[in-house]
């Protein structure tokens, strides 16, 4: 199993474009999660799923931000427009309530 | 709101010294506590996890406790090595399946 996957690595955009992340998970486990990572405030938890179906989006900063999850091996994160503020890791985690797996994060620069 | 803090923030230390990390929580209605390692650039690898009926979980040179009542975790490194260098986060789960993250306790071990 090669763990959870999320491409691009590095992701450098001018603000106001579209950005897209994506996220492979580890099939067979019910939960997906969204985090962003900054300096200023660690990790934050921006949505999750169960069963492909979005459970809790409170953490989503804004409306520019959309997560979607089409079947259980495919996740997205897009982010419309993009401000240098969105600046950031972010990963994707997967699996069940005590056994979660990160991936290895999209580090995104918007400039 | 679940809040989740760690100390110290940092922390350096010659080879060999034995570690308590220390992390607190203001909600004690916790389903579990996870102890990660995140490594410079990459993802989150988890270490520990003691369910809320637990006390502590061991794991080679780590021990992780937990007590709810008081709202905090220790984790604890035995002989530290070079190679433990790295930052180690504590996330308090609920019921709601989610992970809150602390803010991490930035790890150095020099030889």
């Known amino acids: 199993d090669a763990g959870v996957i999320q491409s691009p690595r590095h992701e450098v955009t001018e603000m106001g474009q579209e950005v897209t992340l994506r996220c492979k998970p580890i099939s067979g486990h019910d939960y997906l999660f969204w985090y962003r990572q900054t300096m200023m405030r660690g990790l934050e938890l921006l949505i999750y799923f169960n069963n492909n179906v979005p459970i809790d989006d409170s953490g989503m900063p804004e409306d520019r931000f959309s997560a979607k999850m089409p079947n259980a091996s495919f996740s997205t994160l897009k982010i419309q427009p993009s401000e240098p503020r969105d600046s950031a890791v972010y990963f994707c985690?997967?699996?069940?309530?005590?056994?979660?797996?990160f991936g290895s994060g999209t580090r995104l620069t918007v400039v | 709101k679940q809040e989740v803090t760690q100390i110290p923030a940092a922390l350096s230390v010659p080879e060999g010294e034995n570690l308590v990390l220390n992390c607190s929580f203001t909600?004690?209605?916790?389903?579990?506590l996870q102890w990660f390692r995140q490594d410079p650039g990459k993802g989150l690898t988890s270490l520990l996890l003691?369910?809320?009926?637990?006390r502590e979980q061991t794991s080679g040179r780590l021990n992780a406790s937990l007590d709810k009542s008081s709202g905090r975790s220790t984790l604890y490194i035995a002989a530290s090595q070079p190679g433990d260098s790295a930052t180690y986060l504590c996330?308090?789960?609920?019921?709601?399946?989610?992970?809150?993250f602390g803010t991490g306790t930035r790890l150095q071990v020099f030889p």
């Open positions: 003691i369910q809320s009926s637990q």
């Open positions: 909600d004690s209605a916790i389903y579990n």
């Open positions: 996330a308090v789960g609920d019921n709601t399946d989610k992970l809150i």
């Open positions: 985690a997967n699996g069940f309530p005590g056994g979660y797996t």
